[in-house]
């Protein structure tokens, strides 16, 4: 069977994994029998397998399409002690990965090291995505990092003058100089896998009044620098924003359908000739929310089953809260936890509660009408699965391999 490494936004898949199965099964047989009146009624005491995990809100650039700029430089951040507390609570009831990604640069936490080796001294999987400033942060602990890790670089582009524009450094930072950095860490560990990534922005892009520097011509050229600088890999991504005051991401809103097949046309033409580029160098990913962009299936990730059931498999842990989604990062209505809600048993059953309530009432076929959702594909099967009458024990296993949702 295919490596699951190949298949990197196959998560349902991941599910199924030989340590991760017991719990699908699990969360599908409460499902079948749990009630809107007693939705926590035999719910699996069991954690996330893998969390996205904010250390601090704050961020030396100013990037325009940042979707979590009005939490970014809030002030808040979570202690070192803080952290290994939700670690320690979350590791005994079965967690497997940790992403420090959101709501700010996580390698401005003045505990950075001491946090990155804690997580692996409990043998997790861990990732890290950073604006690349302080790599020399990341070189410092980079040996802890085992074949499994990763670190993904938010790039964006492949000149100095986008690159810029598109981040708005608050300190002298430069293109070249985060890429010669980032050779020096691949060179220090090379078992870890380096990530280019590069969020994808067309003309007429406007966020908050600012129209946003296109990149598409930049494309093909990332990828002969990833490749000059040691990267694994280049992952692409459309741009998102958030709209409207819930501020949940979305993608291609209020874009005419002759302007979205005209983005699409371009970006396929700037993808193969990045593919032709990259041959068997380096990889190229594409996120799920893209190929569904560019199969012109962006209406169907929006229309998603009115559970979501990704959140009780992943969350997001942040000094503003709990969240049961990345796109809701901030979100009140997704809230299902205090931040210090996975700090101790007596919290983190509470919090677990809350979840199941969460998949119950919160209604993902209308408050995500316009997210394109990451995990669409997943929570269809999902819920296909849970309404059909397929036994459990007839689900496939699939070897270990990447635990990160």
């Known amino acids: 069977m295919e490596k699951l490494r190949e298949r990197e936004h196959d998560f349902s898949s991941k599910l199924r994994q030989d340590a991760t199965l017991p719990r699908l099964k699990d969360y599908i047989q409460w499902q079948r029998r749990c009630g809107v009146d007693a939705p926590d009624r035999g719910l699996p005491i069991s954690s996330p397998i893998s969390i996205n995990l904010d250390l601090t809100s704050a961020c030396n650039f100013s990037c325009p399409f940042c979707v979590d700029s009005k939490l970014i430089n809030a002030g808040k951040s979570l202690t070192s002690v803080e952290v290994k507390k939700t670690v320690d609570t979350l590791h005994s009831h079965g967690l497997l990965s940790v992403i420090l990604i959101g709501g700010g640069e996580p390698t401005l936490h003045r505990d950075f090291g001491e946090i990155v080796r804690y997580i692996k001294s409990k043998k997790l999987q861990i990732g890290i995505v950073t604006n690349g400033s302080r790599l020399e942060k990341i070189e410092a602990i980079v040996e802890a990092l085992e074949e ?52 994808i922005v067309w003309e007429g892009v406007e966020i908050n009044g600012k129209r946003l520097h296109p990149n598409m011509d930049e494309m093909a050229r990332s990828v002969e620098r990833a490749r000059e600088f040691s990267f694994d890999y280049i992952s692409f991504k459309p741009c998102l924003v958030r709209f409207n005051e819930s501020q949940r991401e979305t993608l291609l809103k209020n874009v005419e359908k002759a302007k979205e097949r005209d983005i699409i046309d371009q970006i396929k033409r700037h993808l193969q000739e990045a593919r032709h580029l990259a041959r068997d160098h380096i990889k190229i990913l594409e996120s799920s929310n893209l190929k569904a962009m560019l199969n012109q299936e962006t209406d169907q990730i929006k229309r998603q089953p009115k559970r979501c059931h990704i959140q009780f498999f992943r969350t997001v842990v942040t000094p503003f809260g709990i969240f049961h989604c990345p796109a809701f990062r901030g979100v009140e209505e ?16 509470e919090s677990l509660i809350r979840t199941a309530k969460s998949i119950i009432t919160f209604d993902a076929e209308e408050e995500c009408k316009e997210v394109g959702c990451f995990y669409n594909r997943s929570n269809w099967w999902l819920e296909k699965f849970i309404r059909s009458k397929e036994d459990v024990h007839e689900l496939e296993k699939i070897e270990n391999d990447n635990f990160f949702l």
């Open 148 to 199: 499994k890790d990763w670190i993904r670089i938010s790039i964006d582009a492949a000149g100095e003058e986008v690159f810029q524009d598109l981040h708005l450094p608050k300190t002298q930072v430069t293109l070249n100089g985060i890429l010669e950095k980032a050779r020096k860490v691949k060179k220090k560990n090379p078992v870890v896998s380096l990530g280019y990534s590069f969020v």
């Open 334 to 349: 997704a809230r299902i936890g205090e931040a210090a809600g996975y700090r101790s048993e007596a919290k983190f059953r």
